[in-house]
């Protein structure tokens, strides 16, 4: 039987068979079609969510007025407290934030493992299983405590050898490369040791899973880097085999020229989370220059401690907007690149080749958005990614119903904040 979203604006109609799109445009109509009437509306492929840290929906509206380093030390002592049923719940809101503004496939970083529980992972993969997008499922890791001259508290770091135990667990638990796909993903340079980041990369590549980590976000890092190593944090990771096409980074700020076209050669993705960079006042990354220069480029929203919105649509926007002023020119990034940015961009980061675009051939992952107050403007396209923020009338993730009439078919999102506001509470000061 096959689906057919049929009386778009934009691009026209869709026809679903078997979870992947079977043709797009003007689809003559068959005997025992299912008809979703999206008279009016815009579609497109699913929203990717390059970069996030779904626990921190628990520490929402803390260290406002934090650089990078301060806001971290802040807010790690809280994280410790976190329990295992704490970031069940926080997945849950997070997520469900992300489907009903748009998001088919999201990215975890999840590094905090307090008294070395790693069920916190079986936590998230479930919470993504009720709400019914895809993740990718970064087992994130610190072993560089305070007093080994790191920035993280002693009490949220973890011996290397259960890092990479709990790593292979996790991968055999929850990988399976279609709804949930396990990444391997030590923190950043400043928490984590050389050797984590090697035997990682090891790790990794044997299982052939991808990498991620954090990457030139501050000066701050930039400075560590060069006390620590002598070098610069692009520098580092190279050197630790961590410069590749199966790895993407986040943030990715603070690159010189060389280190750009370093990125682009060796096809290194950057998760660009515009929104945290601005609320930091961190810089702007380069992503006009990078994706020029080969390196995938996708949007990340970096936590709802990090931008209390928590959904991925109004970085499309800001993605737009950073881009052209870092480049001084209005025609520098177009909404199509910034819809582009947030769709295939974030497959190719993911290296996903089955996501992120509405195309015969692909998963019917897909966004339907309202667009009756689109109607007088030319360009859907631009209407939607500068016009208001909106939430997703309709959410398919492989043609199967995540958000319809814009209500969460997996749960009740008035009892998943309510659950996280009472948790969240106890947090307080």
């Known amino acids: 039987m096959r689906l057919v979203l049929r009386g778009a604006r934009w691009p026209g109609d869709v026809a679903v068979r078997d979870g992947f799109i079977e043709a797009v445009g003007d689809v003559a109509r068959e005997p025992g079609d299912t008809v979703l009437d999206c008279g009016g509306a815009i579609v497109t492929a699913g929203l990717v969510n390059t970069h996030h840290h779904l626990y921190q929906w628990m520490t929402r509206g803390r260290a406002v007025g934090c650089d990078l380093f301060g806001w971290l030390t802040e807010l790690y002592p809280v994280w410790a407290r976190l329990s295992v049923d704490d970031v069940h719940a926080a997945a849950l809101a997070g997520l469900a934030e992300l489907a009903l503004t748009g998001c088919t ?57 259960a890092i990479l135990a709990s790593t292979e667990r996790v991968a055999d638990r929850w990988h399976d490369g279609e709804t949930i796909t396990v990444t391997v993903a030590p923190c950043s340079p400043f928490s984590v040791s050389p050797q984590l980041l090697r035997e990682s990369a090891a790790l990794a590549r044997s299982r052939g899973l991808r990498l991620h980590t954090h990457l030139a976000e501050t000066l701050d890092e930039q400075r560590d880097c060069l006390e620590r190593f002598g070098r610069r944090p692009v520098e580092v990771l190279d050197d630790l085999g961590w410069i590749a096409e199966d790895v993407w980074v986040a943030h990715g700020i603070h690159f010189d020229d060389d280190e750009v076209k370093r990125l682009g050669e060796a096809g290194t993705g950057v998760a660009h989370c515009p929104s945290w960079n601005g609320r930091l006042a961190a810089g702007m990354c380069r992503v006009t220059d990078l994706v020029a220069a080969g390196a995938p480029g996708g949007v990340g929203v970096d936590g709802a401690a990090c931008t209390e919105v928590g959904g991925l649509y109004p970085g499309l926007r800001q993605s737009l907007y950073t881009a052209r002023q870092r480049a001084g020119r209005a025609d520098a990034f177009s909404p199509a690149d910034a819809l582009a940015l947030g769709t295939s961009g974030g497959a190719a980061c993911l290296g996903r080749r089955d996501i992120g675009r509405l195309e015969p051939g692909y998963r019917a992952d897909m966004a339907v958005w309202a667009g009756e107050d689109l109607d007088d403007a030319p360009d859907p396209v631009a209407g939607l990614v500068l016009g208001p923020d909106r939430r997703a009338r309709h959410l398919l993730v492989g043609g199967e119903p995540v958000v319809t009439d814009g209500v969460l078919q997996g749960g009740s999102v008035r009892a998943f904040r309510a659950d996280l506001a009472r948790r969240a509470r106890r947090l307080w000061p």
């Open 105 to 161: 496939t999201a990215a975890d970083h999840h590094y905090v493992v307090p008294r070395g529980d790693d069920s916190v992972f079986d936590a998230i993969g479930e919470a993504a299983r009720i709400v019914g997008i895809r993740l990718h499922l970064a087992r994130g890791s610190m072993d560089l405590g305070r007093s080994a001259g790191g920035l993280p508290p002693d009490e949220v770091v973890e011996d290397i050898d």
